[in-house]
């Protein structure tokens, strides 16, 4: 929980010894969307939804293809994820799939596009966009959860670097430029963090003027960001001079730590309302066994 200006009793949500990985809080704020291996033999992750005064997860969606989880849909009745090959690369071929919060079988939105992302508003802008990487640029569209991908470009980036070998690794589609519709959907926010000055490009979707923030302070962000409810200011995670922490940038670009992370490249998610704050916090267990008359 965040009051003030720190971190303040956080409180341990997913009890399970497994792998569980923060991907967004609901838009009514009761419940948390996560990945985690906990179903899975094979090391596969699983989507699951998990009420914040419940013990207990929900899982929405548990086959065994490799998938990424990406957005919450505005109106919160589905998770939007891709299913991506083992062997990823910049530009391969994905899927984008929705499965229904409540229950139900996965749909297929977009086959067979190289989409690296899917970012959607908040209530009451019903907006959502897609990001593919071809050609050393990206292209956002519209996400249309009937029809599919729009066909009309909305802004294209080039250039935006792509994710080196050990990064690949660990998280495929962490490009060192990220972008995300505002809550509003009225912009999109892109900032390629791999420079020395990070700075936030918002581009117009409907009127409005393109401007930029830039970031004040020693701080090396990690890929992936998150608006403020309102729209101003953003979270993520950075590594400062005191070490990984969950960062708050305001409207102007300044920075604010505000409590220890993990690592920086795991940022927090925070609730519509702005209360709420699920971040990841990695716990080891290391035991001593004994071999007599070895």
Not at 219 to 240: C, H, K, Q, S, W
């Given at each position: 929980?965040?009051?003030?200006?720190?971190?303040?009793?956080?409180?341990?949500?997913?009890?399970?010894?497994?792998?569980?990985?923060?991907?967004?809080?609901?838009?009514?704020?009761?419940?948390?969307?996560?990945?985690?291996?906990?179903?899975?033999?094979?090391?596969?992750?699983?989507?699951?939804?998990?009420?914040?005064?419940?013990?207990?997860?929900?899982?929405?969606?548990?086959?065994?293809?490799?998938?990424?989880?990406?957005?919450?849909?505005?109106?919160?009745?589905?998770?939007?994820?891709?299913?991506?090959?083992?062997?990823?690369?910049?530009?391969?071929?994905?899927?984008?799939?929705?499965?229904?919060?409540?229950?139900?079988?996965?749909?297929?939105?977009?086959?067979?596009?190289?989409?690296?992302?899917?970012?959607?508003?908040?209530?009451?802008?019903?907006?959502?966009?897609?990001?593919?990487?071809?050609?050393?640029?990206?292209?956002?569209?519209?996400?249309?959860?009937?029809?599919?991908?729009?066909?009309?470009?909305?802004?294209?980036?080039?250039?935006?670097?792509?994710?080196?070998?050990?990064?690949?690794?660990?998280?495929?589609?962490?490009?060192?430029?990220?972008?995300?519709?505002?809550?509003?959907?009225?912009?999109?926010?892109?900032?390629?963090?791999?420079?020395?000055?990070?700075?936030?490009?918002?581009?117009?979707?409907?009127?409005?003027?393109?401007?930029?923030?830039?970031?004040?302070?020693?701080?090396?962000?990690?890929?992936?960001?998150?608006?403020?409810?309102?729209?101003?200011?953003?979270?993520?995670?950075?590594?400062?001079?005191?070490?990984?922490?969950?960062?708050?940038?305001?409207?102007?670009?300044?920075?604010?730590?505000?409590?220890?992370?993990?690592?920086?490249?795991?940022?927090?998610?925070?609730s519509p309302d702005g209360r709420p704050l699920a971040f990841d916090k990695w716990s080891i267990s290391l035991n001593v066994w004994l071999i007599e008359n070895f």
């Amino acid at each position: 929980m965040q009051k003030g200006t720190r971190l303040e009793n956080p409180r341990r949500l997913t009890l399970n010894e497994s792998d569980d990985l923060v991907g967004a809080c609901s838009p009514d704020g009761k419940a948390l969307l996560f990945t985690s291996d906990r179903n899975s033999a094979e090391g596969n992750y699983g989507i699951f939804k998990q009420v914040l005064d419940q013990r207990e997860a929900e899982p929405v969606v548990v086959d065994a293809a490799p998938k990424k989880f990406e957005a919450v849909s505005p109106d919160g009745a589905w998770v939007y994820y891709l299913i991506i090959p083992d062997a990823w690369h910049p530009g391969a071929i994905v899927n984008v799939m929705r499965a229904p919060l409540a229950g139900g079988p996965a749909q297929l939105v977009v086959s067979g596009r190289p989409v690296i992302a899917v970012s959607c508003s908040r209530p009451p802008a019903t907006r959502c966009v897609v990001t593919e990487y071809d050609q050393k640029q990206f292209t956002l569209y519209d996400l249309d959860p009937i029809h599919g991908q729009g066909r009309e470009a909305l802004i294209r980036i080039p250039n935006p670097g792509e994710p080196d070998e050990l990064t690949r690794f660990f998280e495929p589609l962490a490009f060192p430029t990220g972008c995300r519709i505002t809550p509003d959907g009225s912009f999109v926010a892109c900032a390629r963090v791999d420079k020395s000055t990070v700075v936030f490009r918002f581009l117009p979707l409907r009127g409005g003027r393109e401007h930029d923030v830039t970031v004040k302070g020693a701080v090396r962000l990690g890929y992936d960001f998150e608006f403020a409810p309102n729209g101003r200011g953003i979270y993520t995670a950075g590594r400062t001079p005191e070490g990984d922490q969950f960062i708050h940038i305001g409207p102007e670009g300044d920075v604010h730590a505000f409590g220890p992370a993990n690592s920086y490249e795991l940022p927090p998610r925070v609730s519509p309302d702005g209360r709420p704050l699920a971040f990841d916090k990695w716990s080891i267990s290391l035991n001593v066994w004994l071999i007599e008359n070895f």
